[in-house]
C-alpha cells in the first residue's frame, strides 16, 4: 500500500506551488498548523545542501475533532503532513494517506474517518 498521495507539477516555481497547495488546502477545509523548511534546517543543523523541500502539517479541525473523539491518543499521528519538494521532473507534493498511517490503530470508526481524510485529500491534490 502507498503511504501517500503525490503529484508531480512540471515547470513551475517552489514557492508557487507552495501558495498553490496552501490555497487549494484551504479550499477543502484545511489549515496549515505547522510548516518546516527542511532544506534550511539541514543547511543550520549540519551544514548540508539540498533541493527545497518543506513540510507542511495540515489540518481540518472537523475531522480532527472526530478522530481525537474516537481515539484519543491519534493526536500523536496529526496533523496530516503534505510535503513539498523539489525533484529533476518538477515540484513533487505528497500528502500522507490517513488510511496507511492508521492502520497501526485497531478501531474500525477511526478507519471511517482515516478513508474520508484521504479522499479529501486526494481532491486537494488532484486540483493542483
Not at 503525490?6 to 477545509?29: C, M, N, P, Q, W
Not at 498548523?33 to 533541493?51: C, F, G, Q, R, S
Not at 471511517?112 to 486526494?122: G, I, P
Request: charged content about 25%.
Amino acid at each position: 500500500m502507498d503511504y501517500t498521495i503525490t503529484r508531480t507539477i512540471e515547470g513551475a516555481d517552489f514557492d508557487a506551488v507552495d501558495a498553490k497547495v496552501r490555497s487549494v488546502l484551504a479550499d477543502h477545509g484545511f489549515g496549515v498548523l505547522t510548516e518546516i523548511d527542511v532544506k534550511a534546517t539541514m543547511k543550520k543543523k549540519l551544514d548540508e545542501e539540498m533541493d527545497p523541500y518543506r513540510i507542511l502539517g495540515a489540518c481540518n479541525p472537523t475531522m480532527a475533532w472526530q478522530a481525537i473523539g474516537i481515539e484519543p491518543r491519534v493526536g500523536a499521528m496529526l496533523p496530516c503532513n503534505v510535503i513539498l519538494r523539489q525533484t529533476e521532473d518538477g515540484i513533487e507534493v505528497s500528502a500522507v494517506d490517513p488510511v496507511a498511517s492508521m492502520q497501526a490503530i485497531d478501531n474500525e470508526k477511526l478507519a471511517e474517518v482515516a478513508a474520508q481524510v484521504r479522499d479529501m485529500l486526494a481532491k486537494v491534490i488532484a486540483a493542483l
